[in-house]
């Protein structure tokens, strides 16, 4: 004996029909967000690569304009946000061409700043994806329960222990705990990916954000101020006196 779809949907109730379609909009959802994302971290990283090089290099010739120019072009890299943004907090600070300790400690609290929203912004859909992955089981198992308990009902009315009676019930018990699983396991995947991801790309942030405050204390050249921030930490050693023995 055969049970097909067809009769499986017709013998279902309402309320297991109702969990079936949770679990359909659960995974329409958690695909949906999971492409979306796949995409643009691929788009925000080839951007990266293109990006890096040149902001590097625009670092070594001092051109600060140029730099900042270049991170609004790159809209989709994560390090062109953060670095951009910073960027554009700290050139009035220093577009006299001098560079204070107050002015480093601005850009790294600039930097700081810009990265905490990008953060934000890359884990936006991860707790979409971790309530799918965590839910969708005991979605599934809940349609089991009534699947079972459909399957003693039918058992019930029509006075038989045989197998015909509850097979309709147990094939929609199953079904709904496999639909289950089916929904929670590719999210819980996408999750631990795109966690993965972000940990990486927050890792090129923080990289890249050091290289440009490196680039504030050591590589400015005399007409961007160093002689002035050495004049500063020089006063400001000589001012502490002598370490008494």
Not at 63 to 70: H, K, M, Q
Not at 84 to 93: F, I, M, N, R, T
Not at 106 to 124: D, F, N, P, S, Y
Not at 201 to 228: H, N, P, Q, W
Request: proline fraction near 2%; avoid cysteine; aromatic fraction near 10%.
């Amino acid at each position: 004996m055969s049970i097909s779809l067809a009769e499986i949907w017709e013998k279902t109730p309402l309320f297991g029909k109702t969990l079936w379609f949770i679990l359909i909009f659960m995974s329409i959802w958690s695909l949906s967000v999971a492409i979306q994302k796949w995409w643009a971290l691929r788009k925000a990283q080839k951007e990266t690569i293109k990006f890096a090089p040149e902001f590097s290099r625009f670092l070594e010739e001092d051109n600060l304009g140029e730099a900042i120019n270049l991170a609004s072009r790159y809209k989709r890299s994560h390090v062109s946000r953060v670095l951009g943004g910073a960027l554009k907090e700290v050139q009035p600070l220093i577009a006299d061409g001098s560079i204070t300790v107050s002015d480093i400690n601005t850009a790294e609290r600039a930097v700081e700043r810009e990265m905490l929203m990008e953060l934000v912004t890359l884990k936006r859909g991860n707790a979409v994806l971790a309530t799918v992955g965590a839910t969708a089981p005991f979605v599934g198992l809940l349609g089991t329960v009534f699947g079972i308990i459909n399957a003693f009902n039918s058992m019930a009315t029509s006075g038989s222990g045989g197998i015909t009676a509850i097979a309709a019930g147990i094939a929609e018990a199953l079904i709904a705990t496999g639909f289950g699983l089916i929904v929670a396991i590719p999210a819980v995947w996408f999750y631990n990916y795109f966690t993965t991801k972000i940990d990486n790309l927050s890792a090129e942030m923080t990289y890249t954000s050091k290289e440009l405050i490196d680039y504030l204390i050591k590589g400015v050249s005399g007409e961007f101020g160093r002689s002035r921030f050495t004049r500063e930490f020089n006063t400001q050693a000589q001012g502490s006196g002598p370490i008494s023995q």
